[in-house]
């Protein structure tokens, strides 16, 4: 059977599918017989199949011409399976300690097939909500960040093989638009995509659409994320796009990849942990109060940061004579001012993480699409009394994200607003 062009698949198809691919046929022994597959796409955009056998497994990911959770009403490129794949593998390649290996990719299906992650991983954002500590999420995540923003970025390579790179991933332009709308735009005005805790977050919804200082940050936020090609960043690196065991800490799901701002990678990850924060209170009962919890994603967040700074900041000194052309070695070759650029530079990205946190924030809370993390919580009242401290602190951030120096500074706000 040939498979010339596109068609969405199902059980019976994959499994011709697979047995027409040698790359995933034997992974699988070629036993077709004792062959288990289960569809578990639980995301907004794409078909996932488990395809387990005694001899090995895989996940099969189909991305299809539509929004998944709003149908063919709202069409979405499937060329975006292309770009999840390169960027699984651009950064499988930089570290492959937290990055699903891929095993095959077919454009005209737009089918990667890559490593299975098997139990017990679960889904980062389940993790949290039912209160697991991951002692080494901290360390792993800022380990991918470090490593894949550092590599792709002019500190490390010539404009030349970065203008390569970043016009490739231009192509991604339909996602990046969808992230605009989303993420930039629909929060500060009447949509309707727009949704919030009703009628509790009313007025509050309201108050973000007629808040001048924060639309002026945010046009600033939007006009960096168009425009600064930084370097290749995930692009939607929220807890539902890593897979955890409390040894293991894998990123999924990169189909949002392009050349942007690093404080959208860093933001995001760091804003969905402060919204599983605010959503601590929700999920407590009579034999978990979850204080000590809340104090862990505290701690996690500083961590997140402090070695990610500490990562970055050394990879940048060990490679500082090397060919990146942001700083040339012959015109930054005094010991000194080789840090005053360092901490100008960081600083900057502490500030673009800040702010691109705070906006991913806001729009989870008063926007399209929302987070397991307060959805799950059914008690509308609490669940608005959750979000309104984390939008709150959303909106606080995002303006005065300028003032703040350290992590230490940002911990002590989300603290104080509870």
Same mark, same amino acid.
């Given at each position: 059977m040939a498979f010339t062009e596109f068609r969405t698949l199902d059980e019976k198809y994959l499994v011709e599918y697979i047995k027409a691919t040698p790359a995933l046929s034997d992974k699988i022994g070629n036993n077709f017989d004792d062959l288990k597959i289960k569809e578990v796409g639980d995301g907004n955009l794409n078909f996932v199949y488990i395809v387990v056998s005694p001899a090995g497994s895989f996940v099969v990911k189909q991305a299809i011409?539509?929004?998944?959770?709003?149908?063919? +009403?709202?069409?979405?490129? %499937? &060329?975006?399976?292309?770009?999840? $794949?390169? $960027?699984?593998?651009?950064?499988?390649?930089?570290?492959?300690e937290n990055v699903p290996e891929v095993y095959h990719f077919d454009r005209t299906m737009s089918v990667i097939g890559m490593r299975y992650l098997e139990p017990p991983h679960i889904i980062l954002r389940k993790g949290l909500i039912a209160g697991i500590e991951y002692p080494l999420l901290a360390e792993h995540i800022s380990d991918y960040m470090a490593k894949t923003l550092y590599h792709t970025s002019l500190l490390y390579r010539t404009t030349t093989e970065h203008k390569h790179d970043v016009a490739e991933f231009c192509g991604n332009v339909e996602l990046c638009r969808l992230t605009e709308q989303v993420v930039f735009s629909d929060p500060y005005k009447v949509s309707d995509f727009n949704r919030c805790t009703s009628p509790y977050l009313d007025r509050d919804a309201e108050a973000v659409r007629e808040d001048d200082i924060l639309k002026l940050e945010v046009a600033e936020l939007k006009s960096k994320f168009c425009e600064r090609a930084q370097a290749l960043v995930h692009g939607d690196l929220h807890t539902g796009s890593v897979m955890v065991t409390r040894e293991s800490t894998q990123v999924i799901d990169p189909e949002f990849a392009f050349y942007g701002p690093m404080g959208f990678d860093i933001g995001a990850f760091i804003g969905n942990l402060i919204l599983a924060f605010y959503a601590q209170d929700g999920h407590a009962d009579q034999g978990n109060d979850r204080k000590t919890y809340k104090e862990w994603i505290l701690r996690t967040i500083k961590e997140t940061? +402090?070695?990610?700074?500490? %990562?970055?900041? $050394?990879?940048?000194?060990?490679? %500082?004579?090397? +060919?990146?052309? $942001?700083?040339?070695?012959?015109?930054?070759? %005094?010991? &000194?001012l080789h840090q005053l650029v360092q901490i100008k530079f960081m600083q900057d990205l502490f500030h673009d993480t800040l702010g691109f946190g705070a906006a991913k924030m806001i729009r989870r809370i008063v926007g399209v699409a929302h987070v397991e993390d307060f959805e799950s919580i059914t008690d509308a009242s609490k669940r608005a009394q959750c979000e309104r401290p984390a939008l709150n602190l959303a909106k606080m951030l995002l303006k005065e994200r300028r003032n703040f120096q350290s992590i230490d500074e940002v911990v002590s706000a989300i603290q104080q607003l509870q």
């Open positions: 011409p539509y929004v998944r959770c709003i149908g063919e +009403s709202w069409p979405m490129t %499937k &060329e975006r399976a292309y770009f999840e $794949a390169l $960027a699984l593998r651009e950064h499988g390649r930089l570290c492959p940061w +402090s070695l990610f700074y500490k %990562k970055f900041t $050394a990879l940048w000194d060990e490679h %500082k004579d090397g +060919s990146g052309e $942001a700083y040339l070695p012959g015109i930054y070759n %005094k010991p &000194e």
